[in-house]
């Protein structure tokens, strides 16, 4: 079986040894851990320009490509499952998936089955980029299970690499609609004074903090000013939802695990019903919509907009999808 390619493109101020800058550039989506990447590192995976660079110690720069190769695992518990996916658009070399709300991306352990995956594979078959591995076919990139909302899934190789490029350069749009506690007000000094968050013109709150696991918690990310992985989010208010609430655009620079649910937080306006990154915040129930929003099911987040350029015609592709009827619901109670 063929390896998969991760494309890698060094950041600014990179670590100058190759482990580590890769440790810490590498694309969330391959997951590749600091050990793993060491492994392949002394196999002589990584290459750069087509030159092996089989020692953690060389040193890299800002802009440097990396390639590395994964090689590939058999997995004998995958399975078609039929599925009823909204395809949003198809072609020979990609699709465009408008994923549900509780709906996992790919198998991992404790969710063997009923993932996207399985219902891809029902879907096209063999149609389907084999670089992600056994695990993920076609999968170039994921949103959380309770998170709703587009996706682009590979056919073919070239669109599978291609479009890895894309989110490797952070050059895809990706604008979500989120519910959160509160109304992010750009002239709110509280939010102003908050470390990484500044406002930019037309009131648009840029947050630019880093990244990283959480000392204590492994499965959740945190705010950091101290290495990390570099985020920025840009939010604007939509619409001001009653007195205690407010829906807005979330636009990423950059697609770090969990990033607009911590940012969120970390502008003290975590997003309705996530039940790690809420903060603890309630709504008063004397106030419209309380009770709904209170019992919301999932953390109120619809990744509504997706842009990239075609990986083989080169044509830009641009695609929306509407808040979702839970989502909708929760609006229309809390404007009463």
């Not at 604008?175 to 470390?195: F, K, M, N, S």
């Not at 939509?238 to 609430?245: I, K, S, T, W, Y």
């Given at each position: 079986?063929?390896?998969?390619?991760?494309?890698?493109?060094?950041?600014?101020?990179?670590?100058?040894?190759?482990?580590?800058?890769?440790?810490?550039?590498?694309?969330?989506?391959?997951?590749?851990?600091?050990?793993?990447?060491?492994?392949?590192?002394?196999?002589?995976?990584?290459?750069?320009?087509?030159?092996?660079?089989?020692?953690?110690?060389?040193?890299?720069?800002?802009?440097?490509?990396?390639?590395?190769?994964?090689?590939?695992?058999?997995?004998?518990?995958?399975?078609?499952?039929?599925?009823?996916?909204?395809?949003?658009?198809?072609?020979?070399?990609?699709?465009?998936?408008?994923?549900?709300?509780?709906l996992v991306v790919h198998p991992a352990p404790g969710?063997?089955?009923?993932?996207?995956?399985?219902?891809?594979?029902?879907?096209?078959?063999?149609?389907?980029?084999?670089?992600?591995?056994?695990?993920?076919?076609?999968?170039?990139?994921?949103?959380?299970?309770?998170?709703?909302?587009?996706?682009?899934?590979?056919?073919?190789?070239?669109?599978?690499?291609?479009?890895?490029?894309?989110?490797?350069?952070?050059?895809?749009?990706?604008?979500?609609?989120?519910?959160?506690?509160?109304?992010?007000?750009?002239?709110?000094?509280?939010?102003?004074?908050?470390?990484?968050?500044?406002?930019?013109?037309?009131?648009?709150?840029?947050?630019t903090t880093g990244l990283a696991r959480h000392r204590?918690?492994?499965?959740?990310?945190?705010?950091?000013?101290?290495?990390?992985?570099?985020?920025?989010?840009?939010?604007?208010?939509?619409r001001v939802l009653g007195e205690a609430a407010a829906?807005?655009?979330?636009?990423?620079?950059?697609?770090?695990?969990?990033?607009?649910?911590?940012?969120?937080?970390?502008?003290?306006?975590?997003?309705?019903?996530?039940?790690?990154?809420?903060?603890?915040?309630?709504?008063?129930?004397?106030?419209?919509?309380?009770?709904?929003?209170?019992?919301?099911?999932?953390?109120?987040?619809?990744?509504?907009?997706?842009?990239?350029?075609?990986?083989?015609?080169?044509?830009?592709?641009?695609?929306?999808?509407?808040?979702?009827?839970?989502?909708?619901?929760?609006?229309?109670?809390?404007?009463?």
């Amino acid at each position: 079986m063929p390896a998969s390619l991760v494309t890698v493109i060094l950041g600014d101020d990179p670590p100058p040894r190759l482990d580590k800058a890769l440790a810490r550039d590498v694309p969330e989506d391959a997951h590749l851990s600091r050990s793993r990447l060491a492994k392949l590192i002394e196999a002589g995976a990584v290459s750069r320009g087509g030159v092996v660079l089989d020692s953690p110690k060389v040193k890299v720069a800002a802009g440097d490509t990396l390639v590395v190769e994964v090689p590939q695992e058999a997995d004998s518990h995958m399975a078609p499952e039929p599925m009823g996916l909204a395809i949003v658009y198809e072609d020979d070399d990609l699709a465009v998936v408008d994923k549900p709300a509780g709906l996992v991306v790919h198998p991992a352990p404790g969710t063997p089955s009923g993932t996207l995956v399985n219902g891809l594979l029902a879907h096209f078959g063999d149609d389907l980029s084999g670089v992600g591995g056994a695990k993920r076919p076609g999968i170039v990139h994921r949103i959380d299970k309770d998170t709703s909302g587009l996706l682009v899934v590979a056919k073919s190789d070239r669109a599978h690499h291609g479009l890895a490029a894309q989110f490797a350069t952070h050059s895809v749009e990706r604008q979500y609609l989120a519910i959160c506690h509160g109304v992010p007000d750009p002239a709110d000094p509280r939010l102003r004074g908050t470390p990484g968050i500044s406002v930019e013109p037309g009131g648009t709150v840029k947050i630019t903090t880093g990244l990283a696991r959480h000392r204590t918690d492994r499965q959740r990310q945190a705010v950091t000013f101290q290495g990390g992985r570099h985020a920025i989010t840009r939010i604007q208010v939509q619409r001001v939802l009653g007195e205690a609430a407010a829906l807005v655009s979330c636009r990423l620079e950059t697609g770090r695990t969990h990033q607009i649910r911590v940012h969120m937080r970390h502008a003290g306006h975590g997003l309705i019903g996530d039940p790690v990154y809420g903060g603890g915040r309630k709504i008063s129930p004397k106030l419209p919509g309380a009770q709904l929003a209170m019992d919301f099911p999932r953390q109120a987040l619809h990744a509504a907009t997706l842009g990239f350029l075609h990986p083989a015609s080169g044509e830009k592709m641009k695609f929306s999808s509407d808040l979702p009827s839970d989502l909708a619901a929760l609006v229309a109670a809390l404007s009463g």
